[in-house]
C-alpha cells in the first residue's frame, strides 16, 4: 500500500503506478520469485546478526554522550512539577499481597474498544487560575512553561 500511496487499491489487480513510458506496473511484476526467495534465505546466516547487533545495547555515540548518574533505579526528582514517584509502589514487597474481591468501588470510565489514555488524560492549556496552575506557580513554573 505504501508504495501504491494509498489503501484504496486491490493490489492484485491495480497497478502501483506507471514505469518512464507510462506503462502500468503491477505488484506482480516487482515481486521476488520463489526461487528468488528461497536464494536469499540460504545467504542469510547467524553471524550476519551477531555482526549487525553485537553493540546494540552500546548506543549511538550520540547515545554513549549523555551525562547521567550512575544509579540502578530512576532518582525521582523531589522538585519537579511534571514527574513525580508514586505512592502506591512505596511499601510494597517483592512478593504481591493475595487478591481480594474489590468492594463498593465506581466505574471511572466506561469506554469502548478503542479508548486509551488520551480520552481519559486531561490535554490541553492550563489556566493560570486554575487549582493546577496556581500549583505550578506556587513552584516557580512559568506560565510558557504550562503543559499537560
Known sequence: YALAGNMNVD??????????????VYLKDIWPSTKAVAD?????SAGMF??????VFEGTQEWQDIEVDNNPTYQWPEESTYI?????????GKEPEPVQDIHNARILAMLGDS??????????NIK?????????????????EFNS
Open 11 to 24: 493490489l492484485t489487480q491495480e497497478p502501483l503506478g506507471e514505469d518512464r513510458d507510462g506503462k502500468a
Open 40 to 44: 536469499a534465505v540460504l545467504n542469510v
Open 50 to 55: 551477531h555482526k549487525q547487533y553485537a553493540a
Open 84 to 92: 513525580r514517584q508514586t505512592p502506591f509502589f512505596l511499601d510494597m
Open 115 to 124: 479508548g486509551d489514555n488520551d480520552h481519559i488524560s486531561p490535554a490541553g
Open 128 to 144: 493560570r487560575d486554575s487549582p493546577t496552575g496556581k500549583y505550578l506557580l506556587e513552584r516557580g513554573v512559568e506560565t510558557a
